[in-house]
């Protein structure tokens, strides 16, 4: 098994107080299996490829939200065209946004349910 590049806050983060960071992809090209030190929520704008999370490659496409918690490692292959924009999120942030948008019918499917699922072992906790 490979070991997976850390994506580290301190590259990526152009204010070291900035609690986001917003990223586009024009296009995204394959990339290795990587995490990161925070939370990046990927919002797909155009194209196609396949998202790998562990031993898990599902399909992506225009219109589609991912969430990768920090430390979760991840790839993309496959793709075509694929556009997206990464907003890079401190942990301390999101954590502090749980507290205020807990209740909101939308928060717990994006940022706590799949979360959950990796946790309890659906997934494999690695890219290969």
């Not at 590049?5 to 983060?13: C, E, Q, T």
């Not at 998202?51 to 991840?74: C, E, N, P, Q």
């Not at 997206?84 to 507290?99: C, I, M």
Request: net charge positive.
């Amino acid at each position: 098994m490979s070991k997976t590049r850390l994506l580290r806050s301190g590259s990526h983060f152009p204010d070291p107080g900035a609690p986001a960071s917003i990223v586009r992809q024009r296009p995204q090209a394959p990339i290795r299996a990587h995490r990161h030190e925070f939370v990046e929520i990927v919002l797909i704008l155009s194209g196609s490829g396949k998202h790998k999370t562990g031993i898990i490659r599902h399909d992506i496409r225009a219109g589609d939200v991912l969430v990768i918690h920090g430390g979760r490692s991840h790839a993309y292959e496959d793709t075509k065209s694929l556009h997206l924009v990464n907003v890079l999120v401190r942990r301390p942030v999101l954590d502090d946004a749980a507290s205020r948008l807990g209740g909101l019918s939308g928060y717990h499917p994006l940022f706590t349910f799949e979360f959950a699922r990796w946790r309890l072992g659906d997934f494999a906790a690695t890219c290969g």
